[in-house]
């Protein structure tokens, strides 16, 4: 299984989006993705309360940790790769985090519009 191109949605390279914890579909700290990621964890969000609450009511649980499968749970100030269909959904709700744009996938796309993403960027990570 190999990961796709890595690039950003600003067509640059794939920037690390957050080891610790260590995210990704391959759990390698970068919002790759391949065929076989079908939830699309393309998107590189910096966690909040907020969102992380919404997630939960919605039905995935991110802030409670999941030893038996190596998941420690998320907190506020945690950079994930979020998938980009729940990423969409939280923005059509008001309350999506913000997303390192040089660390989100360019097959974030497929599902999200860069308009979207550029609204909810992080200052300084639209290189």
Same mark, same amino acid.
């Given at each position: 299984m190999e990961p796709d191109p890595s690039f950003n949605v600003t067509g640059g390279p794939l920037d690390i989006c957050g080891t610790d914890p260590v995210t990704g579909f391959f759990r390698d700290g970068s919002c790759n993705t391949c065929a076989a990621d079908q939830g699309s964890h393309t998107v590189c969000a910096l966690m909040t309360a907020e969102f992380l609450a919404f997630s939960k009511y919605v039905g995935n649980d991110l802030s409670t940790p999941r030893p038996e499968y190596?998941? !420690?749970? %998320?907190?506020? *100030? #945690?950079?994930? @790769? %979020? @998938? +980009?269909?729940?990423?969409? =959904? +939280?923005? $059509?709700? *008001? @309350?999506?985090? =913000? !997303?390192?744009?040089?660390? /989100?996938?360019?097959? +974030? %796309? $497929? !599902? !999200?519009?860069? $308009?979207?993403?550029?609204?909810? +960027? %992080?200052?300084? /990570? #639209? /290189?």
């Open positions: 190596g998941f !420690v749970g %998320l907190n506020p *100030g #945690d950079a994930w @790769c %979020l @998938c +980009a269909g729940r990423f969409a =959904q +939280a923005a $059509e709700e *008001g @309350c999506a985090p =913000q !997303v390192n744009l040089a660390a /989100t996938h360019v097959r +974030a %796309l $497929e !599902v !999200v519009s860069l $308009e979207v993403l550029m609204a909810h +960027a %992080l200052p300084g /990570t #639209d /290189t």
